[in-house]
């Protein structure tokens, strides 16, 4: 089935730095997804991509649709102690599984005040 | 918009207890449902998903078993919970961009 790897598994920054987080597939995609996990909640839909090549921000987080519609990244500038959490990406394709989301293992982020 | 409602939060149940996780939907109708489990600090694993009433897709063999009574109500049961049935449970709704998560529920099998 689809499968999305993203990297990295974990990071460890120090307040005040850049994030980068990325996800690639070997399936192509026609939505592509950021949302972030607070501890001990569900996850929280930060961005949503719908065109190959499309940036789009939301305050410090900046994503990508990659071009050749298998990849995506997600940039969070200037990190914050709040900023802590697990970031999922997730790729839709509407053609199968019932047009259900993949979702990657997440990038846990952890920073230091 | 779409609204996920879980309870309980957290519950701790003894080995070979029944258990019954609700889940409700609230602004939609109809919609696509899930339920995900996650292990701690792990990524999301689907267990089942609803596209309506009475129709329920399996996506991992397992201890667990999930129904849709209500269109806007899903239920993940066990007849007998193992150890290996302790982790956070999320319920989500398909919207028109992607997915909303409730809020989770903390199993934790004694």
């Known amino acids: 089935g689809q499968q999305l790897n993203q990297s990295p598994q974990s990071m460890f920054i120090q307040e005040g730095e850049d994030v980068s987080m990325n996800c690639t597939s070997s399936s192509i995609f026609n939505t592509w997804l950021w949302y972030k996990q607070d501890p001990g909640e569900g996850p929280v839909l930060l961005i949503a991509?719908?065109?190959?090549?499309e940036l789009t921000s939301n305050g410090r987080l900046t994503a990508q649709f990659g071009i050749t519609r298998k990849d995506s990244f997600l940039n969070i500038s200037a990190s914050i102690p709040s900023d802590v959490g697990i970031y999922f990406c997730?790729?839709?394709?509407?053609?199968?599984?019932?047009?259900?989301?993949?979702f990657g293992k997440g990038t846990k982020l952890s920073v230091k005040p | 918009s779409q609204t996920i409602h879980q309870w309980p939060a957290t519950l701790v149940q003894p080995v070979g207890s029944p258990l019954s996780l609700e889940c409700t939907v609230e602004g939609t109708s109809n919609p696509n449902l899930y339920w995900y489990r996650q292990a701690a600090g792990r990524g999301l694993q689907l267990l089942f998903y609803s596209v309506g009433i009475g129709q329920i897709s399996s996506e991992v063999p397992q201890n667990l078993s999930a129904s849709r009574p209500q269109d806007r109500q899903f239920i993940l049961s066990s007849k007998k919970l193992l150890l290996s049935d302790s982790g956070f449970y999320l319920c989500?709704?398909?919207?028109?961009?992607?997915?909303?998560f409730g809020s989770g529920t903390r199993l934790t099998v004694v």
């Open positions: 997730a790729g839709l394709n509407y053609g199968g599984s019932q047009g259900n989301l993949i």
């Open positions: 991509l719908y065109k190959a090549g």
């Open positions: 989500a709704g398909k919207t028109g961009i992607g997915y909303t």
